[in-house]
T-cell receptor, first 113, second 116 residues
Framework: KAGVTQTPRYLIKTRGQQVTLSCSPI?????VSWYQQTPGQGLQFLFE???????NKGNFPGRFSGRQFSNSRSEMNVSTLELGDSALYLC????????????FGPGTRLLVL | AQTVTQSQPEMSVQEAETVTLSCTYD???????LFWYKQPPSRQMILVIR??????QNATENRFSVNFQKAAKSFSLKISDSQLGDTAMYFC?????????????FGTGTRLKVLA
């Protein structure tokens, strides 16, 4: 089976812009979770989607949003980018829940200038 | 508030030796899961081991095993017969479930270097 894929792998944006990141889970996995990784804050949970519905959400402002499609692919959107949004964004999939074994993608490295 | 603490920012171990990474957590929940993740320099995160809090038996996965002390809220990872490929950042994580919702909390990580 193909692993979790994330596109793009690298992205450079400027403050105020918006960005959309994409995640394709492992075939058959219905749960997709997103995480932000920064040197200062470490790894932080953004949200989890299951069956096209956001099931859980971390403590991030409303500028961070996501969605999941019927094929379980997920997108994450960040609007009005701030310098502090520069991070590695990781996506992980699991069969039904983030409580199970999660499989991570390689991440999208976002740099906000 | 739930927290996960990894008190060892960096560790090193000689190849073939054993090393233990510590993790403590704080929660008032009774139903939760604990994980150790490995993030090698290539950055792709991999699950090492998973433990369900209601299970007394310590989880093991080949050379990796945990010492789960629920009362002490401790969840350490032991790596036996360390290999060069074990060089990575290791994250302890905790997920608790309450009424169907849950939050995933990670520790700050321990950078492990295996020396030849």
């Amino acid at each position: 089976k193909a692993g979790v894929t994330q596109t793009p792998r690298y992205l450079i944006k400027t403050r105020g812009q918006q960005v959309t990141l994409s995640c394709s889970p492992i075939s058959g996995h219905r749960s997709v979770s997103w995480y932000q990784q920064t040197p200062g804050q470490g790894l932080q949970f953004l949200f989890e989607y299951f069956s096209e519905t956001q099931r859980n959400k971390g403590n991030f402002p409303g500028r961070f949003s996501g969605r999941q499609f019927s094929n379980s692919r997920s997108e994450m959107n960040v609007s009005t980018l701030e310098l502090g949004d520069s991070a590695l964004y990781l996506c992980a999939s699991s069969i039904n829940s983030a409580k199970e074994t999660q499989y991570f993608g390689p991440g999208t490295r976002l740099l906000v200038l | 508030a739930q927290t996960v603490t990894q008190s060892q920012p960096e560790m090193s171990v000689q190849e073939a030796e054993t090393v233990t990474l510590s993790c403590t957590y704080d929660t008032s929940e009774n139903n939760y899961y604990l994980f150790w993740y490995k993030q090698p320099p290539s950055r792709q995160m991999i699950l090492v081991i998973r433990q369900e809090a209601y299970k007394q038996q310590n989880a093991t996965e080949n050379r990796f095993s945990v010492n789960f002390q629920k009362a002490a809220k401790s969840f350490s990872l032991k790596i036996s017969d360390s290999q060069l490929g074990d060089t990575a950042m290791y994250f302890c994580a905790f997920i608790h479930t309450t009424s169907g919702t849950y939050k995933y909390i990670f520790g700050t990580g321990t950078r492990l270097k295996v020396l030849a």
